[in-house]
């Protein structure tokens, strides 16, 4: 192995140079370009990346709520005007004041060129878990770049390592007795590429020959830990918990992926326009995300590495029993997994069944 930072490498340094709103620079072919995250960005920068070829870059969703045309398809490209200063540009990327100030437009969008580029951007910025929005400067002057000590990564191999399945390594496990059985053990798996970490919950000596009881939990601080009545989640960990230890078997893995993979910052901000009357699915939306942003790669991935190939799966989701069977491992039942309704969230289950396909 070299000595020098491989790409992965690289690519966990600029993930934090722009959470701290420090600009990156993205090379390829045709030259460097600046790009740094809207919702981090200072003045000071704002100001030195100035030009009129100074673009924000949006996702398809954010750009239907403003009302920009997304010549891309996938994304838009707004020339940021010559007086929209920094206020400007966090209206842009926040939806939280878009009710009460409408009318940002009208826009100007690029459309000649490619948005290679603008794509990469975005994506390195969500797996951030920042507002996915970003300013891009294509051919920037060489003294923004020069003694500036910028992280750099070659644009070319950017995409195809962001979309690249983690790998996860087993970093240690140990016995934890629960209420919901004696024989639990605590499993913690580290991603080599630098990601979240993920945690098994093993419960008894599941037989590795035979499908085993298993649910795929993804975090949500709310619904888990604050006992939030707008979610199911506890009840679902809790009642998942409680049937493995009553069969003496199973394995749930806790999954880091909160609030359907954009973070618990953004869930947040999902609440916030929950209350001004958005459900759940058009929240994600106005935000700029997909409505579901998880890589369910990774449970399939820790579940055959530790031994399993069958599975009985606790879940009203469809698309969890679908991905499951697509990498490597059988579902040979699915078994539904209804509790902790409440008037709060009746809404947030009826969301998911019309528009995420859950099963009622
Ligand atoms: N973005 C967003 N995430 C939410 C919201 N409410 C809950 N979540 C997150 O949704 C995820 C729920 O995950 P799971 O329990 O795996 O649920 P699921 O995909 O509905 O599937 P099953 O529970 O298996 O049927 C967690 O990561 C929560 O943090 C919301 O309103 N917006
Ligand atoms: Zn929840």
């Known amino acids: 192995m070299a000595f020098g930072l ?3 490498e690289r690519i966990n340094r600029a993930r934090a140079d722009l959470r701290l709103g420090v600009p990156i620079v993205l090379s390829g072919a045709q030259g460097p370009a600046l790009v740094m995250a809207a919702e981090t960005a200072t003045a000071d920068r704002l100001d030195a990346l100035r030009d009129p070829g100074l673009v924000l870059a949006i996702t398809r969703h954010r750009a239907e709520t403003l009302k920009a045309r997304p010549y891309d398809g996938d994304l838009a490209r707004i020339i940021v005007p010559r007086d929209g200063g920094l206020g400007w540009l966090r209206a842009m990327a926040d939806p939280a004041d878009d009710l009460r100030h409408p009318m940002k437009g009208p826009f100007h969008c690029a459309r ?6 603008h794509r990469a951007a975005i994506a390195l910025v969500k797996t951030a878990q920042l507002l996915p929005a970003a300013l891009v400067l294509e ?3 060489a003294a923004l770049i020069a003694g500036n000590d910028l992280t750099e990564l070659p644009f070319d191999l950017l995409a195809e390592a962001l979309a ?17 059985s004696q024989a639990g053990r605590v499993h913690i798996f580290r991603p080599r590429d630098g990601g979240e970490e993920h945690y098994a919950i093993e419960i008894g000596q599941p ?3 035979k499908p085993v009881l298993a649910r795929l939990h993804s975090a949500c601080f709310t619904g888990d830990v604050l006992g939030s009545l707008k979610c199911d989640c506890g009840p679902q960990l809790n009642a998942a918990l409680a049937q493995m230890g009553a069969e003496g078997a199973g394995v749930l893995l806790y999954l880091n992926q909160e609030g359907r993979g954009i973070g618990l910052a953004n869930k947040m901000r999902a609440y916030s326009l929950q209350d001004q009357g958005f459900d759940t699915v058009e929240a994600n939306h106005r935000l700029g995300f997909e409505d579901d942003e998880r890589d369910f790669r990774i449970g399939a991935g820790l579940l055959r590495q530790m031994g399993f190939g069958q599975v009985r799966l606790l879940t009203n989701n469809p698309r969890k029993v679908d ?3 697509a990498h490597g491992l059988k579902v ?3 078994v539904a997994l209804r509790v ?3 008037a709060q969230n009746a809404r947030y289950l009826a969301t998911k069944a019309a528009k995420s396909g859950h099963l009622l």
């Open 164 to 180: 690249r399945e983690s790998q996860l390594a087993p970093v240690v496990n140990a016995r934890l007795p629960m209420v919901a």
């Open 340 to 342: 902790g309704e409440t």
């Open 139 to 141: 051919s920037p002057p």
């Open 323 to 325: 991905m499951l069977n």
């Open 112 to 117: 000649d060129g490619t948005a290679d580029l």
């Open 6 to 8: 491989s790409l992965v």
């Open 207 to 209: 037989d590795r020959t």
């Open 332 to 334: 040979v039942d699915r």
